[in-house]
């Protein structure tokens, strides 16, 4: 496997100190945003969509911003990701009849599940203004971050 560009065990480190210093929900998710944001590309635009029942709502991003704020279960890509309960890696966002778009500029997108066991809590859409963005290493570096995030939310 190729080496990520994302650093995952740095951001771990990150979202674990801010948790002991009593860090909120909202700030660990906003952190996590910004952090995988900060890499640059692939990671265009990061969105922290959480489950509450049967709708995805935006809790926390960063990036260009978007007027999904809330995703009903089964619909659009990120929808389906849960309606599935698996992740998603869209290489061209053009080519999927589902995909809800955000910015035109949008060319793939890696949506990611923070589960914790069995249960769904949300999870991270990324977006990529690169074709066929995230190969499989960075695919499992988001992994990473998605559950360290799920054991500290
Ligand atoms: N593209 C997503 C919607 C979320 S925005 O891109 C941030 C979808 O198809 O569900």
Redesign the pocket.
């Known amino acids: 496997m190729t080496t990520p560009r994302l650093n995952s065990e740095k951001i771990l480190k990150a979202l674990h100190a801010a948790y002991c210093h009593e860090a909120t929900r909202d700030e660990l998710l906003k952190m996590a945003a910004t952090k995988l944001h900060a890499v640059g590309s692939p990671y265009t635009?990061v969105?922290m969509?959480m489950l509450h029942d049967n709708m995805l709502k935006?809790e926390a991003?960063e990036g260009r911003p978007?007027d999904?704020q809330e995703?009903p279960v089964g619909?659009?890509?990120?929808?389906?990701a849960v309606a599935e309960k698996r992740d998603l890696n869209v290489a061209d966002?053009k080519a999927?009849d589902?995909?809800?778009?955000?910015?035109i500029e949008?060319r793939s997108?890696l949506?990611v599940l923070i589960r914790r066991g069995d249960l769904i809590l949300g999870q991270i859409?990324i977006?990529s203004d690169e074709i066929d963005g995230f190969d499989e290493a960075e695919q499992a570096a988001v992994q990473r971050v998605a559950d360290g995030l799920a054991s500290l939310l």
Do not use: K, N, P
């Not at 619909?75 to 389906?80: M, P």
């Not at 589902?98 to 910015?103: D, E, G, N, P």
């Open positions: 635009g969105y969509y935006l991003f978007t999904h995703i619909v659009g890509l990120c929808g389906r966002v999927d589902q995909y809800l778009a955000c910015s949008t997108e949506i859409d977006d």
